[in-house]
Nanobody
Framework: QVQLGESGGGLVQAGGSLRLSCAAS????????MGWFRQAPGKEREFVAA????????YYADSVKGRFTISRDNAKNTVYLQMNVLKPEDTAVYYC??????????????????WGQGTQVTVSS
């Protein structure tokens, strides 16, 4: 059983940056694909970014491509989401996710096995 814990959320002005971290425990971190999702009030949870465990390939939602960067440090069992040029529409609760599945990560939340509790990101205009 993998446990995930996010940190790094907060309030930032539009155009600013934040870095989210997700620490994992209870499993073989290096053998899990890791992802970030977000959920804004009144909206469904949506895919943001993912990184595979086998080759480190990264995938991004079109809405964040070029602004967000996902990375992982297997030695620290941690995945990061560097968020730059933040916009008010990026405001949401951000969730870390993990799965031992192999292959191209699916954007559907049902593909992912483990979830963190979430961290709030608020971008003011």
């Amino acid at each position: 059983q993998v446990q995930l814990g996010e940190s790094g959320g907060g309030l930032v002005q539009a155009g600013g940056s934040l870095r989210l971290s997700c620490a994992a425990s209870g499993g073989i971190f290096s053998r899990h694909a890791m992802g970030w999702f977000r959920q804004a009030p009144g909206k469904e949870r949506e895919f943001v970014a993912a990184i595979t465990w086998s080759d480190g390939y990264t995938y991004y939602a079109d809405s964040v491509k070029g602004r967000f960067t996902i990375s992982r440090d297997n030695a620290k069992n941690t995945v990061y989401l560097q968020m730059n040029v933040l916009k008010p529409e990026d405001t949401a609760v951000y969730y870390c996710a993990a799965t031992p599945e192999y292959g191209t990560p699916k954007y559907s939340s049902s593909w992912w096995n483990y979830w963190g509790q979430g961290t709030q990101v608020t971008v003011s205009s």
